[in-house]
């Protein structure tokens, strides 16, 4: 399938609108020799849920972790703010606002739900702080206050998740990156990530979503950007992206 360009607005466009929280322009991002993003241009404003979709290998965690440090763009910038923080070390990114909750849950297995939450909050200073961080996670996940002393690793999948979620939560974060947040759970469960996703998002917190559940992705966001590999080939707001069954089968699969 040849990838159609139907993003006229931000595609290849250097210059992002002023007001964009985070801006990707050009992005290049390699493991190794092999490359997996080549040259993808985003703007995000404050505010906004913005979701990822395209199918698997597509490029869209790689999008991620490259916001959030955990690899260097090869060519190209993140600007965030208006400044560049593309290539800075994770834990400064983590400084500045930006908080990832990974694909894979990377909870510390060994480690309680609350000492979990609280090494999400390493930059905060102040034990009152993490308390009042902590407090109102576990407002927010019930569950994982009745799970306070349990060591993570015995956690259901669908409660590490949360843990995951939480603990990205506890760095106060301006801009939320969310990878694969309904992944392996219940509908039930999944159903709760979204609200959980709606809420914060009322909160004025920005989000930047990658999920496999594409009907689920754009009822929550307001936009979308589509993936094949390592490039946007459409940018669309959500609803309308829901109801084009063409370009979803065409590129998604169905
Ligand atoms: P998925 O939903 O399957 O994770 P994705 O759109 O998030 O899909 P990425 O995980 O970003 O895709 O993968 C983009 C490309 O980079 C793929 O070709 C993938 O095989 C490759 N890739 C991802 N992670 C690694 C890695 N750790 N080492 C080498 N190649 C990788």
Redesign the pocket.
């Known amino acids: 399938m040849s990838p159609v360009l139907e993003r006229p607005a931000a595609a290849g466009a250097p210059a992002a609108a002023p007001e964009a929280l985070l801006e990707l322009r050009d992005l290049h991002v390699s ?2 020799k ?1 490359a ?1 993003l080549h040259g993808v241009d985003l703007a995000i404003t404050p505010g906004e849920v913005v979701a990822l979709i ?10 991620l972790r490259a916001i959030s440090g955990l690899l260097r763009p090869t060519r190209g910038d993140i600007l965030y703010k208006g400044h560049s923080i593309g290539g800075m070390a994770a834990d400064r990114i983590v400084g500045e606002g930006i908080a990832q909750s990974p ?1 894979e849950r990377h909870v510390w297995p060994a480690m309680s739900v609350y000492e979990n939450l609280a090494l999400g909050a390493y930059l905060c200073k102040s034990k009152a702080g993490v308390e009042e961080r902590v407090g109102k996670v576990y407002q927010r996940f019930p569950r994982l206050k009745e799970r306070h002393k349990q060591l993570a690793g015995t956690l259901s999948g669908g409660e590490q998740q949360m843990l995951a979620i939480g603990r990205a939560l506890m760095s106060e974060p301006t801009l939320l990156l969310l990878d ?1 947040p309904s992944l392996g759970l219940s509908p039930r469960m999944a159903q709760e990530v979204f609200d959980f996703v709606r809420e914060i998002h009322a909160h004025g917190v920005t989000v930047l979503l ?1 999920e ?1 559940n594409v009907h689920h992705a754009l009822s929550v966001a307001q936009r979308a950007y589509v ?1 094949e590999t ?1 490039r946007i080939v459409a940018e669309r707001p959500a609803g309308e992206l829901l109801r084009d069954t063409a370009l979803l089968n065409a590129y998604l699969g169905g």
């Open positions: 493991y190794g092999t997996a395209g199918a698997n290998g597509a490029g869209k965690s790689t999008t694909e694969e990658v496999q993936y390592g």
